[in-house]
């Protein structure tokens, strides 16, 4: 297991390291750099940009300064607003984006969990049939139109739940629910499948003939094991519904990171969409390396894995 | 104990019962048996007629119609769905129908011309870490295993932000990214394929690694590749519309389904039908190509059969 996780930690390194120099070496191969306005900067004053920002420094040292800087944790300031820095940019809207995501994240797995369940219980049964034709439509509708689709169904004509502004709980739930949509049903479908596969092992026939009820095999013997491809589904689940956020803060007026992130493409703030991209994969790539660990704890045949190789 | 064997028991089997025991009918390839249990599938098969008729409408469509995606009519901006404009008309006066159609033409060629990069790119990346093994397959998949957990939809937005936005940028950048899924299913086909004894009696008679990978292991690795590309379409068509949702999309005056979505979703309140057209059709194009995909996968894939 150690090796394994050694392994994991290793590439989830490589991996922040690959997406900084990505964002290093794209924030100078941007056309006109970020300082390129209509107007003409005066030579001069130009000069004192570039003095102040080592725009003049040999490439290799911007980028080992650039370097340190990440690991500082000091992402630079905005180029589009005045005294706000990326740093404090994060940390006034992130807060909001968590909320949010964490919602969605327990939303869809309550929802999806339980109807898998059902429908490999009942396969075939019309209980079945219909989750999974709701999961697939889950999983064919794009968050903005499941986001429309709300706010027009429930915001504008019925008139039951706010269609933007955050603060109170009732903000949060349309917006929860379109985030957490496609997650939902792909859980639902997950679950499904791997309950199946599990219910035809032969430790449940062991279960059952030894006559314990339905009950008790399905919650002491099933289950768990029914639920292992979830926990590998969590980092997926967790970067859909992060960039899911991008979309869903956008259209529902929510002042969280993800639709600050839109606004500073919308207007090339591009160390601010550097800055939240590195912040997002360090963020991503975290949970994601927090999921193996977890995966590798409940899972023995990997833990199991370095002693038969 | 024991019974002795009598001869005389025994009766030389007549031609006709000999005849009996050969096949009845005649054997069935894979495909050909992928065939008939795509056919029994009604979704998949729904889904492969939606698909059809799409393409078609796509390519033919609009050189029926007798407005142009750019046409624009000022007398008659934001028209509801009517007889002249059969999805109404946007804020530029410019007929939604048609928008809809170019729109189906610029979303399925994405879909598809992303989904070729990715298989070209899986296919023989997965197909030599797999063939040669050893060291060389150490390396490549590492490589892949850093790719893959870099958040590849953050990687996107970069190549989006440094690119600009356009058709081709977007087939480049989503063709570039997500060929990982397809590799490593290429390389697991590939290294239980090369055990087989065909893959032995092939290299017998001396035939060439290239050979062997693009006559023998890549053509039977087909079933899982299929299933991948057609569940990669409707990845990429999703993945360009929320990029044109976010502000990186193609380019005016023509529309993608996620641009005409987004230019629809700020005008919701007041004019419902400029998103709902646009996203019906992407919802419906999704659809098809999941029941496709899930049907497909339940046909090519034997140890799904129950």
């Known amino acids: ?309 | 104990m024991e019974t002795p064997v009598n001869i005389n028991d025994f009766t030389p089997v007549a031609k006709d019962l000999k005849m009996a025991q050969s096949i009845a009918r005649p054997s069935t390839t894979y495909w050909q048996d992928a065939m008939r249990r795509l056919k029994k599938n009604p979704l998949a098969m729904i889904g492969l007629f939606v698909i059809i008729f799409m393409v078609l409408t796509a390519i033919i469509g609009p050189f029926l119609c007798k407005y142009n995606y750019s046409d624009q009519d000022y007398t008659n901006r934001l028209a509801s769905p009517s007889k002249e404009h059969w999805f109404g008309t946007d804020f530029l006066g410019r007929d939604l129908f048609v928008r809809v159609l170019y729109g189906a033409r610029i979303s399925l060629a994405i879909g598809f011309f992303a989904s070729l990069i990715n298989l070209t790119i899986g296919v023989l990346y997965g197909s030599i870490s797999g063939y040669f093994g050893g060291r060389v397959d150490n390396i490549m998949m590492r490589i892949v295993d850093v790719i893959y957990t870099v958040p590849l939809t953050m990687v996107v937005i970069l190549l989006m932000v440094l690119f600009q936005p356009g058709l081709k940028n977007i087939l480049i950048a989503l063709g570039l990214v997500y060929w990982i899924g397809m590799a490593r299913i290429v390389r697991g086909q590939v290294l239980a394929l090369k055990e087989q004894e065909y893959v032995l009696a092939a290299r017998m008679v001396g035939a060439k690694k290239w050979r062997i990978m693009l006559k023998h292991l890549i053509p039977n690795s087909m079933g899982p590749i299929i299933v991948n590309v057609t569940l990669n379409i409707p990845q990429a068509i999703f993945q360009e519309a929320f990029l044109s949702f976010i502000g990186l999309g193609v380019a005016a005056p023509m529309a993608s389904w996620g641009v005409l979505a987004d230019e629809g979703s700020q005008a919701i309140q007041s004019y419902p039908h400029l998103l709902f057209f646009p996203a019906a059709a992407i919802c419906i194009t999704m659809l098809a190509f999941n029941f496709l995909g899930d049907g497909l996968r339940d046909a090519l894939d034997p140890r799904m059969r129950r």
């Not at chain 1, 009950?215 to 519904?241: D, E, F, W």
């Not at chain 1, 975290?286 to 990997?302: E, K, Q, S, W």
């Open chain 1, 1 to 309: 297991m150690a090796r394994y996780l050694l392994r994991r930690f290793i590439s989830m390194i490589l991996a922040i390291w690959v997406v900084a120099t990505l964002t290093f070496f794209i924030m100078k191969a941007l056309p006109g750099g970020p300082f390129a306005r209509e107007k003409a900067i005066p030579p001069s004053i130009l000069a004192n940009i570039e003095a102040s920002y080592h725009l003049n420094d040999p490439l290799l040292k911007q980028y080992a300064d650039y370097m340190v800087r990440l690991v500082k944790w000091d992402l630079g300031p905005s180029f589009k607003q005045k005294g706000r820095t990326v740093n404090e940019i994060i940390s006034d809207h992130f807060p909001v984006s968590a909320q949010l995501g964490l919602s969605a994240v327990f939303l869809s797995l309550i929802v999806g969990i339980p109807a898998g369940i059902i429908s490999a219980l009942r396969q075939n049964k019309w209980q079945d049939q219909l989750a999974m034709f709701l999961s697939v439509v889950g999983v064919s509708v794009p968050s903005f139109v499941m986001a429309a689709l709300l706010m027009y169904v429930f915001a504008l004509k019925l008139g039951w739940l706010p269609s933007a502004m955050w603060g109170q709980f009732k903000h949060m739930i349309l917006p929860t629910i379109a985030l957490a949509g496609f997650p939902m049903a792909f859980v639902a479908r997950l679950t499904r499948s791997s309950m199946l596969e599990v219910m035809q092992q032969d430790y449940i026939r062991t279960a059952k003939s030894k006559g314990l009820s339905q009950r008790v095999i399905i919650y002491r013997h099933a289950l768990k094991n029914s639920l292992i491809p979830v926990i590998t589904y969590l980092g997926p689940l967790v970067a859909g519904i992060l960039t899911g956020s991008f979309v869903v803060e956008k259209m529902f007026a929510i002042p969280g990171l993800g639709r600050y992130f839109v606004q500073s493409i919308n207007n090339r703030d591009y160390t601010v969409i550097m800055g939240i991209t590195f912040f997002d994969s360090l963020l991503l790539v975290g949970l994601n390396f927090l999921v193996d660990l977890a995966y590798t704890l409940v899972d023995p045949r990997i833990r199991l894995m370095d002693g038969r190789k």
